[in-house]
């Protein structure tokens, strides 16, 4: 049979527990890594919604460690913002969760 062709048919497949792991989110809600959506607005928002945080993960590279990011405050509004330093207490007692990059030292 050596350099024959075969044909072959297959009839009544049957799959079972092949679906998705991944959650089927709208355009409106960020999927976790476990069958979970989070809604936009809570994402990168320094709080972590899914289990595994990688809503706080997709967020950018910018950690304001070493100035802003090329972000500046609008002269046209009411609002300001600026970088404080972690010992500025009544900034940062409100904070869920410390958002700094530790220094070399404290690796």
Not at 30 to 55: A, H, M
Not at 58 to 86: K, P
Request: glycine letters at 8%.
């Amino acid at each position: 049979m050596d350099g024959e062709n075969s044909d072959i048919a297959i009839d009544d497949i049957q799959l079972l527990n092949c679906g998705s792991a991944l959650p089927l989110c709208s355009k409106q809600q960020f999927g976790c890594n476990d069958p979970t959506c989070v809604s936009l607005d809570r994402v990168c928002d320094f709080e972590k919604d899914c289990t595994e945080g990688e809503d706080e993960d997709v967020c950018g590279s910018c950690s304001f460690e070493d100035g802003s990011c090329g972000f500046t405050n609008s002269d046209d509004d009411t609002f300001d913002w600026g970088r404080n330093s972690l010992g500025d207490e009544k900034f940062y007692s409100n904070m869920p969760a410390d958002h700094t990059i530790p220094a070399a030292d404290d690796k």
